[in-house]
């Protein structure tokens, strides 16, 4: 379907797709059931070999909304994609939906809900279920660990009514959440030094730091196959996930956390092994040596990078922050996972 040129949607949603055709026929299904009235879908297909361009051209035909295809020749990854769609976006708000997700009818108009309920709410997060077993929480928003890696606010637990209020986060989970342009368009979209893993988490703490909000809208339902992309016991997945920890916490943490880092990240790795040995947490899925030499290389992968990162600390700091270190800090630690939670969750 073309775009008329006098339309203007309210909300662009923006799917990120590679070599998941069929994953993604689903989830632009349950994007066509949307009952809000104003929205557009932006696909960007990074360099897929298995027909998904094709799919989406076809599907474009009698798609309910403009239905629209940026297709890469090869794959950008999941920061540089959404940067693409959010680029050609006209909206006032951004949603992202992760090719492996579906939304129930009412998603849009949720987060839509959510997020336009105060002019500094910069961002909304959805209530994402387990496909495989709806009746269990993949994440209500998100929380982090003091040595900057992030977890899934009820991840795993049984979804009895604990997450039914509107609520502040501290930021959404990418696979479903919605951004104001007014927030991006002042502290940009994502970083694509991160490429996949933890972006959401940068994204979200700088607009945190920047003085913006961010609401959990229960309302806002979406089934989430996990880790459907890099596959949940992929070492390069585990190695990107801790690579961009430090990466994060180099970037956007006060010094008066930074500093502790290293002792936090040894506690997290020891409750980790424990309860991998018990058959409990993200560690159970790797053998030892693998998952030491994944988050080694994770660490080493990092490095290079630190003095770029240093670089984009100084100018958001001097540029767009808002809160003060200590005010930072309050933050990440009022929306602390604890150590026992965090070794015994899966990411």
């Known amino acids: ?22 994953l993604l026929r689903e989830c632009l299904k349950s994007l066509a059931s ?3 009235p104003s929205f557009e879908v932006i696909v960007v297909d990074n360099g897929s070999t298995d027909g998904s ?21 090869s794959n950008r990854g999941f920061c540089a ?16 939906l992760n090719n492996d997700a579906e939304a129930d009818p009412n998603w849009l108009s949720e987060l839509a809900a ?42 795993g637990q049984l979804d009895r009514g604990q997450f039914e209020r509107v609520e502040e986060t501290l930021w959404p989970d990418g696979c479903a959440a919605m951004y104001r342009r007014a927030m991006l368009d002042e ?23 920047a ?20 596959g949940l016991g992929s070492a390069r997945r585990l190695t990107l996930i801790e690579r961009n920890r430090v990466l994060l916490a180099v970037k956007l943490f006060p010094w008066n956390l930074l500093w502790l880092n290293g002792a936090y990240y040894f506690r997290r790795i020891a409750a980790g092994t424990r309860a991998a040995i018990r058959n409990r947490g993200e560690l159970r899925r790797y053998s ?46 009022r929306h602390r996972i604890s150590t026992r939670e965090i070794s015994e969750q899966s990411n």
């Not at 775009?3 to 949603?13: D, E, G, L, M, R």
């Not at 051209?57 to 309910?64: E, F, T, V, W």
């Not at 009746?135 to 606010?153: E, F, S, T, V």
């Open 1 to 22: 379907m073309p775009v008329p040129s006098n339309f203007t949607p309210t909300i662009t949603v923006a799917v990120v797709n590679w070599n998941r055709r069929e």
């Open 34 to 36: 949307q009952t809000h």
């Open 53 to 73: 361009a094709v799919l989406v051209k076809d599907l474009a035909r009698s798609y309910p909304v403009p239905l629209r295809l940026i297709q890469n020749s």
């Open 81 to 96: 994609a959404n940067n693409q769609a959010i680029a050609v976006s006209r909206s006032a708000l951004v949603a992202l």
């Open 114 to 155: 959510a997020i336009q309920s105060g002019d500094r709410i910069g961002m909304a997060a959805s209530k994402i279920l387990v496909w495989e077993d709806p009746a269990r929480i993949d994440k209500c928003g998100h929380l982090i660990y003091p040595d900057g890696q992030n977890r899934g606010r009820g991840s």
């Open 187 to 209: 502290i940009g979209g994502f970083d694509e030094d991160f490429f996949a893993y933890a972006d959401d988490a940068e994204l979200g703490l700088r607009g945190r730091i």
């Open 211 to 230: 003085g913006w909000s961010c609401l959990y809208a229960p309302g806002a339902v979406v089934r989430h196959h996990r880790g459907a992309t890099l």
């Open 288 to 333: 030892k040596p693998r998952a030491a030499m994944a988050f080694l290389k994770g660490t080493v992968s990092a490095l290079p990078l630190i003095p770029r990162m240093l670089k984009k600390r100084r100018e958001f700091f001097r540029t767009k922050a808002r809160l003060t270190p200590r005010q930072i800090r309050d933050l990440l630690l």
